[in-house]
C-alpha cells in the first residue's frame, strides 16, 4: 500500500463501507421498510469531517498485511456513531433540526437500530468462529454500557466540581469506549492474540481521549461555540479552572453558566479559555496523551505499511489548533 494517510486507505475502501452498510440494513428484512427508511435517512444526514472508519481497517492491516477484511467493522464504526451523534444532539436540544425528510421521533428510534441492531446483524453475519462472534459481540456491548456511562455523567457534571481527571473519566466514556471497541474488534477479527488485543484497545482509548480533544479545539475554532451554549464540561474548562485564582474561578464559572444564552458571556469565557497558563497546561495533557498512544503503536508494532499511518493520525490528532489571548 502506498497510503500516506488514513484519508488514502478510507478513498480506497469507501464503496466497500457504504455496500456493507446497505447490506446490513437490507438483512434487516423485507418486513422492516419503515425502518429500512429511517435508518437510511438518519444515515444520509449524518456525515463525518473525518473518516475514522478507516481505524479497525488500519488496525487489521497492522496485525495481517491485508485491511480488506475489516470493512464490516468500519460499516459498524459508522453505523455506532451515526446513533451516538443524534443521540448525543437529542440531549443538547438539537435533535429537531436533524432533516426535513425524518422526524425527531422517527430519528430517535432509528437511531436505536442503528447503535445497536444493525450492528449486531453485521457482526453475526461474518463467517468466523462463535468464539470470534462473541468476543466481537462483547466488546459492542461493553462499549454501550460505558459509552452511555460516559455521556451520562456528561449530562450531570457540575462545573464547579469538575477537575482535568474527572473530565478525563468522563472522555474515556463518551470517547475513549468507541474508539477502544472499534480497534480491539479489528485486532479480534484478524485473529490476535489477547494480549495484543488488550493493548489495541488501549490504543483506542487513548486516541478516543485525543479525538475528543481535538474536537473541542474545532468547537472552538468553527465558531459553532456548541459546547458553550450547551454548557458542557471540556477539558479546555477544567484547565482554565485550575489555573485562575479563586475569584477568577468564580467569575468563570458565572461565565460558563451564562454563555448558554448570552454571546457577550461566550466571549469572555473564551478569553479565559485561552489564556496562556491554560493552553500551557492543555499542551502539555495534549503531549502526554499522544505519548501513551505512541508508547502502544510502538510496543504493538506491526506491518509497516499501516503502523506509521496510525502513528501519523496520533501527530495530527494531538496538535494544538488553539491561540492563546494575552
Not at 67 to 91: I, K, N
Amino acid at each position: 500500500m502506498n497510503s500516506t494517510s488514513y484519508l488514502d486507505l478510507y478513498r480506497q475502501f469507501s464503496s466497500d463501507i457504504d455496500a456493507e452498510v446497505k447490506a446490513g440494513i437490507e438483512r434487516l428484512g423485507p418486513s422492516s421498510i419503515a425502518v429500512k427508511d429511517a435508518v437510511t435517512k438518519l444515515i444520509q444526514h449524518q456525515t463525518f469531517s473525518y473518516p475514522l472508519q478507516a481505524l479497525p481497517l488500519l488496525v487489521y492491516g497492522a496485525e495481517t498485511g491485508d485491511p480488506g477484511p475489516a470493512v464490516p467493522l468500519s460499516a459498524v464504526h459508522v453505523l455506532w456513531w451515526t446513533s451516538a451523534c443524534y443521540l448525543d444532539d437529542l440531549a443538547d436540544g438539537e435533535a429537531a433540526s436533524v432533516s426535513r425528510e425524518i422526524g425527531e421521533n422517527e430519528a430517535l428510534l432509528a437511531s436505536v437500530i442503528s447503535g445497536n441492531a444493525l450492528p449486531l446483524h453485521i457482526i453475526q453475519s461474518q463467517q468466523v468462529p462463535d468464539s470470534v462472534r462473541g468476543a466481537l459481540v462483547a466488546e459492542l456491548v461493553t462499549c454501550a454500557i460505558v459509552g452511555t456511562e460516559g455521556q451520562l455523567s456528561d449530562l450531570r457534571r457540575d462545573a464547579g466540581d469538575a477537575t482535568r481527571d474527572s473530565v478525563v473519566t468522563t472522555y474515556r466514556g463518551k470517547s475513549g469506549a468507541p474508539f477502544g471497541m472499534i480497534t480491539a474488534m479489528g485486532a479480534i477479527l484478524a485473529g490476535a492474540e489477547h494480549e495484543r488485543i488488550r493493548m489495541w484497545r488501549e490504543f483506542g482509548d487513548a486516541f478516543g481521549i485525543l479525538w475528543q480533544l481535538f474536537n473541542d479545539q474545532e468547537d472552538i475554532l468553527s465558531g459553532r461555540n456548541e459546547d458553550l451554549r450547551n454548557g458542557t464540561v471540556t477539558y479546555l474548562l477544567a484547565c482554565a479552572l485550575e489555573n485562575v485564582s479563586p475569584r477568577s474561578r468564580n467569575r468563570l464559572l458565572d461565565l460558563h453558566a451564562a454563555a448558554r444564552s448570552s454571546e457577550e458571556a461566550r466571549s469572555e469565557l473564551t478569553a479565559f479559555l485561552l489564556a496562556p497558563a491554560s493552553l500551557q497546561q492543555y499542551r502539555a495533557d495534549l503531549d502526554r496523551f499522544r505519548d501513551e498512544a505512541a508508547r502502544l503503536l510502538t510496543e504493538l508494532g506491526g506491518d509497516g505499511n499501516y503502523v506509521p499511518v496510525l502513528h501519523r493520525l496520533v501527530e495530527e490528532s494531538a496538535e494544538l489548533l488553539l491561540h492563546r489571548t494575552d
